[in-house]
């Protein structure tokens, strides 16, 4: 199976935008603790502060984000915090460049 690549993009209320990004460490701390070699994932803040964008890339579906405890309280919370709910697009990726370090 090949990798899906997918862009998440979401916008939190003001108000929410602490507990949101408490959660978000949480469940970062426990992909670093679990370390799946299967996923990808990175999340950005852009310059409102309030919206989010993240990109997900996982070798063998989507399963492995569901079975982290963190990221399951943080999905069964985040729409509560959302003035603008998540939105999920697909990516069929053309080209890549990384720099080697």
Request: include cysteine.
């Amino acid at each position: 199976m090949a990798a899906q690549q997918v862009m998440i993009r979401w916008k939190v209320s003001a108000d929410a935008l602490e507990r949101h990004q408490e959660m978000l460490q949480t469940v970062y701390a426990e992909l670093e603790s679990v370390r799946p070699d299967v996923l990808r994932y990175d999340t950005y803040q852009l310059d409102d502060k309030v919206t989010f964008v993240s990109f997900v890339e996982l070798a063998n579906g989507p399963g492995v984000l569901g079975t982290l405890d963190a990221f399951q309280h943080y999905r069964a919370t985040l729409d509560a915090m959302c003035e603008e709910p998540p939105s999920l697009t697909p990516l069929d990726p053309v080209g890549t460049y990384a720099a080697e370090k």
